[in-house]
């Protein structure tokens, strides 16, 4: 992540009243909290309730995998047709495009409020992740027919 880009969301954090850190600082007491850092997404999703995934309102949505198979919602914005397991996780209930900034807010409040809702979307998108164990194994079979 660029810097100039954290300082951007810190400073955001600040002009709102939301006291902030980032995680390469180690302290994480703030409600927001910047990570800073690459490769630690899917052992900070094991922490999380929801996630939302970037890159859905520009170029395409980034891997939904990861937040799914921790069994937690996945938002994403509406840039996501470059991602089947994104359409997947919307028709099985396990993840929600948003088509805006209030869509983020709105789900997210939805989520943090309703448990019930939080948990089944969380269980559908970890059954989903689960049901396509064995692709590759799968794959091969089918490929290794032609070779």
Same mark, same amino acid.
């Given at each position: ?22 995680? $390469?600082?180690?302290?994480? /007491?703030?409600?927001?909290? !910047?990570? =800073?850092?690459?490769?630690? @997404?899917? %052992? ?49 209930? $396990?993840?929600?495009?948003? /088509?805006?900034?209030?869509? !983020?807010? =709105?789900?997210?409040?939805? @989520?943090? %409020? ?34």
């Amino acid at each position: 992540p660029a810097a100039e880009r954290v300082a951007s969301i810190l400073s955001w954090a600040g002009d709102h009243g939301l006291e902030s850190s980032t995680l $390469g600082s180690g302290n994480l /007491s703030g409600r927001v909290v !910047v990570v =800073d850092s690459v490769g630690v @997404l899917a %052992e900070l999703y094991r922490m999380c309730d929801a996630a939302y995934v970037g890159g859905s309102f520009s170029t395409g949505v980034h891997s939904v995998i990861e937040p799914a198979i921790m069994g937690i919602p996945v938002i994403f914005g509406p840039q996501h047709d470059n991602s089947l397991e994104a359409l997947e996780l919307v028709r099985r209930g $396990g993840g929600a495009a948003v /088509s805006d900034q209030a869509g !983020v807010y =709105d789900t997210l409040k939805l @989520l943090i %409020e309703n448990k019930e809702k939080r948990t089944s979307m969380g269980r559908a998108a970890k059954s989903y992740v689960e049901s396509q164990l064995g692709s590759t194994r799968r794959c091969m079979e089918e490929i290794a027919e032609y070779l």
